[in-house]
C-alpha cells in the first residue's frame, strides 16, 4: 500500500547511507525526494511542507552530525518523524464503563461508512461483545437493506426503522433499545455526506448531542486526495471526531490522506479496512506502518495476526508431530489454511523486513490460484495417501490429477516439493537451522538465485 | 454530449418538450457549482497573477498539486506556460497569462474527446470502477436523462450481485427514471445478468441497456479478469458492445486515480471518465493526469444527489474551477 513511498525513501537514504558523511546538500537532495515522494503519495502539499522542514532542522542538527552513521540515523529520525505525524503509537476506542458504548460513524459519500460499521462490530464481537448497529442512513436507496445483510453476516443486531423517520430519531431510538435489551456497542451508521453540506452536517452535530457517543470515528477513503485535509477539518467541527478509519487500503493507494489526516487534526487512525471480507479489518499501529513504509518490515503486526490465526493446541501438536517425523500432507493442509486465513500471502509479505527492497519478490506475482490447486490436489488423496505420500504411484498420481482437474505433473512437483519440506523441518525440529538452498527447494522446483541484501 | 444516431431525429419532439425544462436545470447547477466553489476568474488572477515572477510559478504548482492533478502534469503545465512567457509569445501580464493558462489547461483537459456513443441499437453501456465512486447513482442519473428527457427505452442491468442490496439501490433508481431491470440472484454471474439484459432488449426493442457492474479494487487481479469476462460475454452476443465504457472516478481521488483508469483501460477499454462528487470542496485535478497521461476524457461530471446533478464535461469551465480558491 505504501510501496512506491518506500521504494524512493529507501533509494534516496540508502545513498545518503552510503556516504557516512553528510554535508547540507546531501540533506537538501533527500528532502527533494522525499517531498516529491509524500507528494505523489498523496500527502497534502501543506504537510509536506512543514514536514520537510522540520525533519531537515533535525537531520542538519548535532545529533547527526556528530553520529557515527549519519545516514543511519537519518533513516531513524525519518521513520521517527512519519511515526509521530501518523499519530504516534496510536490509541485504543473508549468504551462505556456501564450501559453500551457508544460509537459514531461519519463520512463522505463512498468512503465505506456501512462495510466499516460491520466490520467493526465483528472485530468487537470477537472480543465477545454483543454489537448493535443502528441504520441511521435514510437517503441513499437500500442503504438500510446493506447494512441489514452486512450487520447480521458480522453477528450484529441491526436496529432500522426504514427510511421515514428522521435520522437522529432513529439514533436516539437504537440507543434506548440498545440500553434496555443490555448490548455492549452501539455503532451508529449515518449517511454520507459532504462536509459543506450545512444541513447534514447539522444533522451529524445532532445526532452526536442526542447518542453522546464515546467515540467518533472518520471514515476515510485511501485513496484519497489533497482535499482529505478540508474534508477531515470539517467534520471535527461538525462532529468532534475522535479517531479515523482508513478503508481500501488494499488497493495500491499511497495512502498519504492518512499521514495529513493526523497532522492536520491531531486524530490517531485506530483501524484499517484491509480487503473485501468482513474480517480484513486490522487496528491501525502508526509507528509499525511509518517502519513499513521506510522497508523495516511489520513483523510484530505478523506475529500477531498468526496469533490470533494459530490455534496453541494445533501448534503443540505440530511441534511433536515435526520432532517424531510425522508431519503428513494432511497437516500440511491444515497449516496452509491457517497462514491463508491470515490474509493474502502478498500482504503478509510486505510485513518482512526487507521485502521492499527484494524487487524479485514483490514482483512475483504470489499465484493465489497455485495454493488452490495443491488444496485441490490434496483434496483428492484418500487418508492413506495424505498420510504416506510415499505409497502414491503412477495409477494413483493419473486419479488424484484427474479428481482435481490437475496434471500429473503438478501431483508429481507437489509430492517432490512435500518430501523436501519434510526433510527440512526433520533438520528445524533437531535444531539445525535450513540453508538457503533448501529454502529455495522448497519455495520452487528450481534453486532460486541468493538475493544479495544492501 | 449523447451521440444518438439515426434516433436523433425521431426524438426531437421529446427533446423539445423538455428544453425549457433544462434551461431551468442548468441554471440551477449553475447557481449550485457557484455556491460551493465560487469558481470565479477573478479570484485566481487575484491570488495566482498580480506579479510575474519566479514565485508565481511556484505558486501555481501549489495550486495545480493541491488540485490534484499530480506532480508529473502539474510540471508539464507549468514549465509550457513558463517557457512561453520566457519566449514572449504571450506577454507578461497577468490576464493574458491567466488567460493562457487557462487555454492550456482546457486542451490538456479535452485531450481525446468524443460524445457518448450511443447509436447503435440497442446500445449497451458499461459502467466499472473502485468502490463507492458512483457508479450505481451515475447510471440511475444516465438513465433518467435517457429515458424521461429523449424518450427512450431503457433497461438496465443490476451487474453488481457482490455487496448487499446493490441491486435493491438500482432497482430504485430504475423506478425514478423509468426504466425496466433485469436482475439475478445475489451472488449470481455478473456475465449472465448483463446477457439476459441484451437479450430482453433485443426481444422487447429498447434502444439502451446500462450494465452495472460491482466496484472493484483494481489491485484485485480476479476481480479485473471477472469484469473483462463480462465484456466479453457482452461482445459475443452483440460484436461491436459495449459502444461505452465509463469509468466513474470520484473527484476527491487523489494520484490513484491515474492507476485506477489505466487498470481499468486494460481490463475493458475505457471510452470515457465519469467525474463524481464534483460538488464538494475537491477540485478533480486527476482527471487531467488522466486524460494527459493516458487520453481517456472526461465525459460527464456528477454535482450532487439528484437526478439531473449530471451534465456534460466543460474543459474551459473545469479548468477555470481547477484553480479557484
Redesign the interface.
Known sequence: MFDQLSDRLQSTLSDVRSRGKLSESDVDAAMREIR?AL????V??KVVKAFTKTLKERCLGDEVMQSLDPGQHVVKIVNEELATLMGGSGRELAMASSGPTVILMAG?????KTTACAKLAMHLGKDGKDVAIAACDV?????V??L???GE?AGAHVYRQGTERDPVDIAEWALQQARTERRDVLIVDTAGR???DRELMGELARIRQKTKPHDVLLVV?A??????V??AESFAEAAEFDGVVMT?L?????G??ALSVNAVTGKPILFASTG?KLENFDKFHPDRMAQRILGMGDVLSLIEKAEQQVDEKQAVDLQKKLEKDQFTLEDFLQQMRQVRKMGPISGLLGMLPGMGAMKQLKNA?ID?GELDRVEAIILSMTPAERANPGVINGSRRKRIANGSGTKVQNVNQLVKQFDQMRKMMRSMATGKMPDQQQLAQMAGAAPRPKIRRR | MIDLGSRASANDSAAAEAAPERRGVFKRLRESLSKSRQALTEEISASLFDRIDDETWERLEEALILADAGAPTTAAVVERLEHEVEAGTVPADGVAVRDRLIEILGEVAATGRAPIDLSADPAVLMMVGVNGTGKTTTIGKIAWHLSKEMGLRVILAAGDTYRAAAAEQLAEWAERAGAELIRGQEGADPGAVAFDAIAAAQARGADVVIVDTAGRLHTQDNLMEELAKVRRVIAKQIPEAPHETLISIDATTGQNGLRQAKVFSEAVAVDGVVLTKLDGTAKGGIALAIASDLGIPVKLIGVGETLEDLRPFDPAEYATALLAE
Open positions: 516529491l507528494l505523489e503519495a498523496d497534502n502539499f463522505l459519500q463512498g468512503s465505506g437517503y441513499r436507496p437500500a442503504a437493506d446493506q441489514v445483510t452486512v453476516r459532504l462536509h459543506i477513503d485513496m484519497t486526495g489533497q482535499d482529505a478540508g474534508v481500501k488494499d488497493g495500491d493507494a499511497r498519504g490522506a473485501e506475482d493465489e
